[in-house]
């Protein structure tokens, strides 16, 4: 019996079967106790809000080529999916749903709402790992984790706890970054500085005992910061203020006498050369604060609001409250010029409202300690950056880090396992909860408030998913993990904590190299974003175009860490390729029994074998060495070209014409070409090639565990190659000039063929049958030299020049009339175009693809003219 498959391609049906069946059958599973080598890899765990979107999409293709490459070679394959909790951005999203209702988080109290967003969890968080499975990722979904789960909190508090022992973590009052919308801290990562057109305030602070007209001049573009002023400052060097050394000056509006210091921070440039100190709310201030010990006056609160330290600001808003300072001065006359600033301003990563630096206690990991095992880690190569350059990113943030507020004011998260007792004052850090006082037995004890950053647990990742801190089978087999993939934009927030924590405490690094990838834009290379409309739905173009279409157009455009630009094109490309394939194989199924079996090479090697089928073996030799050697050094771009080039450009186009002459005879290659074919392509579409694969015939039970193809240098042949080469050569150019004269589809057409070799005239002898049948050529005629007829079409082919006579097939003045008609037609188009481009506003104001357009036809009617004139050239 005869394999059936549809007429068409239909994606839908075809992918929702094969994933539903890979996962019931298990074959994503890693095994903890195999001998196997073991090649292993987390996921970036995304956000439990969040849905896929184009960068998931672009990072899980590359994920899933290189993890179903290496299940197929063998490796004991391991793909550890989950989530994270996602601090801020879970809060929000449930506060809000809170706030439809009319409620705040403090209307439930902690408890309740913590219940609360547990539920949201349960019922809309998620989705996105649906959303995975459905775009084919093969993760391990039975070691799926969550990093508020059990075993990860575990971890989390262990590594608090040890941290704490070894004075690594440390509470304390420093200037931190505040959001007062989110009322919590952030990490200097979580601030996004945005340039801003500030004013620059004068303000005159008058000279304590001197006459009332003597006054020094401070410039700022914060004057409500001036009511927690301790003092001025000028630079040492600056000779203008020396002599006001050891004075002091009386801080307007709250009239509080404050000293004027000299420090070498001051830039004499600045405005005019003195600065107001304002310790509680700058952190350059807050240096200088420290080095001079001045107080720290807080003027402004949690709420952005004035303090009671503001005298008669207090409760006014912070912008309120400058606009009053900047009137009270100008009745004063203490306000001097105003000037435009342009300037960065620290905003909210989460929700853009301007940051404000605050003086609050809060908890922070001393980080140069940890940091310093991590940059050694990268210099040695232990731990390898995909593209290199890389590392000097990371080289550069790690050498000037700064120690790490960890303390975050949410109540969705790991809540700081530091306890506090009401009676003695006593604080407990410990693995355990605490409730009563080891000091002096009180219960009066209190948990901190505080949770710690998300980016703390996802920065334990690789060995918490893995059961640290036991010691578990999958530690063992799985650690140090064997790459990661990620965007530049977390290496920071993410790849550094995994590298110290990963050095800290498993004494090695999490992973042996991280790939960087770039990010997805559109067609015009734009960022996607929501206000520019141009958001692509990863999940909508799959339904349209396929989801291997989808994940081929990802693979095969941009080298790793380059970005890539998403055109419909390039789409409907791939799409063109599964049908392609599809089609390919409805043509292969035509010539295969039930009956049929796959040779092995072995036996392949054996057979008596046609030269096409020792052509296109040597050409699936040299595409999988292309393709291994490509996807050993990740680069999936290249590894998708070297088989898209061989299946489309060879193996369709040439191979499949060629055996029309012995389909019998070729059916063993055939086979055996073709379903390694599948094989070497599963990785990059791992749909369609089961479906083929499974109605090829085939040795196993599922393409995911079939061998990845290898290089057999026994294969390569390179004087078929050469042979091959020469006849597809003289077919292609046999063919064009059919064309261009318009010949009719079944005039067959003599070819005389100008060599004195030998061993291509034997070439030529002996691939006859294939240009007769390809180039409708009825007779092959080696000359040693053209003999230049005058209706003669002539051409260089493979090296060889050749002719071919027309004398007789076709009518001269009939050939001439039309080409001179097609002549006249393109050039019609021609002026047309050149006109409406060469309108000014048209090219300005019309949508640039359509100008673009535009101008590719006119190179097409260019060219077009050119062949018609030739043609009429010869005919002369
Ligand atoms: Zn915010
Ligand atoms: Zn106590």
Redesign the pocket.
């Known amino acids: 019996m005869k394999v059936e498959i549809s007429k068409t391609y239909n994606p839908q049906e075809v992918e929702g079967r094969w994933y539903q069946w890979w996962e019931s059958k298990g074959y994503f599973r890693a095994d903890a106790k195999s001998s196997r080598p073991s090649f292993s890899i987390v996921i970036p765990p995304p956000n439990v809000t969040g849905s896929l979107h184009m960068g998931h999409m672009l990072n899980h293709t590359i994920h899933d080529v290189i993890v179903r490459r290496k299940r197929m070679q063998g490796f004991n394959t391991l793909w550890l999916p989950g989530m994270d909790h996602a601090g801020i951005a879970t809060q929000n999203v449930v506060e809000r749903e809170l706030r439809n209702q009319g409620l705040s988080r403090h209307d439930l109290g902690r408890e309740k709402f913590v219940e609360k967003v547990w539920e949201w969890k349960k019922q809309y968080g998620g989705i996105i790992l649906q959303q995975i499975r459905r775009i084919g990722a093969s993760c391990d979904w039975s070691r799926e984790r969550f990093t508020l789960d059990e075993g990860l909190s575990r971890a989390v508090r262990e590594v608090f706890v040890r941290l704490y022992e070894e004075g690594l973590i440390y509470r304390g009052k420093r200037l931190i970054n505040w959001?007062p919308?989110?009322l919590t801290a952030l990490s200097d990562l979580e601030v996004v500085y945005q340039p801003v057109d500030s004013k620059l305030y004068y303000i005159r602070y008058p000279l304590k005992g001197r006459e009332t007209s003597s006054f020094v001049e401070v410039a700022t573009t914060r004057p409500e910061t001036m009511l927690g002023d301790t003092a001025v400052a000028v630079n040492p060097k600056d000779a203008r203020y020396s002599k006001y050394k050891d004075e002091s000056v009386i801080l307007p509006l709250l009239q509080r006498e404050i000293p004027f210091i000299q420090d070498d921070a001051v830039d004499m440039e600045f405005g005019t050369g003195v600065v107001k100190v304002t310790p509680a709310h700058d952190s350059a201030d807050f240096e200088m604060g420290q080095r001079h010990g001045l107080s720290q006056i807080s003027v402004i609160d949690e709420n952005a609001k004035i303090t009671v330290d503001g005298g008669p600001y207090q409760g006014l808003d912070r912008l309120e409250a400058r606009k009053r300072v900047l009137a009270d001065l100008e009745t004063q006359g203490l306000l001097g010029k105003t000037e435009t600033l342009p300037n960065n301003v620290g905003h909210?990563q989460?929700?853009n409202?301007v940051v404000e630096p605050l003086l609050s206690l809060q908890w922070f990991v001393k980080i140069k300690p940890l940091a310093e095992p991590a940059i050694a880690a990268v210099e040695s190569g232990r731990t390898e950056f995909v593209p290199g350059n890389w590392s000097k990113t990371y080289f550069e943030w790690m050498r000037n880090i700064r120690d790490w507020c960890i303390s975050r004011q949410l109540w969705w998260g790991h809540r700081i396992p530091a306890f506090y007792c009401d009676d003695c004052n006593e604080m407990i850090v410990s693995r355990a909860d605490v409730h009563s006082c080891p000091k002096c037995s009180s219960s009066k004890i209190r948990q901190d408030q505080d949770v710690l950053d998300t980016w703390f647990s996802s920065g334990l990742w690789p060995f918490s998913t893995l059961g640290w801190p036991d010691r578990t089978d999958d530690l063992k087999t799985f650690y140090p993990t064997s790459l990661l993939i990620t965007g530049y934009d977390i290496i920071f927030f993410w790849v550094a904590r995994m590298m110290m924590f990963g050095m800290k405490f498993m004494n090695d690094v999490p992973f042996r190299a991280v790939y960087i990838t770039g990010i997805v834009r559109d067609s015009e290379h734009q960022k996607m974003s929501k206000s520019k409309g141009n958001v692509v739905d990863p999940l909508e173009i799959c339904d349209k175009f396929g989801t291997d279409a989808v994940r081929f157009t990802l693979a095969r455009n941009g080298a790793p860490g380059t970005d890539i630009a998403l055109s419909e094109d390039a789409l409907e490309g791939y799409r063109a390729f599964s049908t392609k394939i599809w089609n390919a194989a409805r043509l292969i199924f035509m010539h295969v029994d039930e009956s049929d079996r796959l040779p092995s090479s072995a036996e392949l090697k054996q057979s008596d074998l046609s030269f096409v089928d020792r052509w296109i073996l040597s050409r699936v030799a040299r595409a999988t060495e292309g393709v291994n050697r490509s996807l050993d050094q990740y680069n999936r771009n290249a590894g998708a070209r070297h088989i898209y080039n061989f299946l489309w450009h060879e193996f369709c186009a040439w191979y499949l014409e060629m055996i029309k002459l012995h389909p019998e005879r070729s059916k063993p290659a055939l086979l055996y070409v073709f379903e390694s074919a599948l094989r070497l392509l599963h990785p990059f579409m791992p749909f369609i090639t089961e479906e083929l694969w499974q109605n090829l015939p085939h040795r196993g039970e599922s393409i995911v565990m079939a061998p990845y193809p290898e290089f057999d240098p026994e294969l390569i042949d390179e004087r078929i190659e050469a042979q091959a080469e020469l006849v597809q050569d003289i077919v292609t150019k046999v063919r064009n000039i059919r064309a261009e004269m318009d010949l009719d589809k079944k005039q067959t057409v003599p070819l005389r063929v100008a060599t004195m070799d030998l061993a291509q005239t034997q070439v030529l002898s002996d691939a006859r049958e294939y240009i007769f049948k390809l180039a409708l050529v009825n007779q092959v005629e080696v000359v040693p030299q053209l003999r230049g007829d005058k209706l003669a079409a002539q051409g260089v082919a493979g090296g060889l020049a050749f002719e071919i006579p027309l004398e007789g097939l076709i009518d001269v003045g009939a050939e001439r009339t039309r080409l001179n008609k097609e002549l006249d037609k393109v050039q019609r188009e021609i002026d047309a175009l050149d006109r409406k481009l060469s309108n000014a506003s048209f090219v300005e104001r019309a949508p640039k693809e359509v100008v673009e357009e535009n101008r590719r036809r006119l190179a097409d009617y260019q060219d077009q003219a050119a062949k018609l004139s030739e043609g009429l050239k010869r005919l002369a």
């Open positions: 959001c919308r989110c909210c989460r929700c409202t």
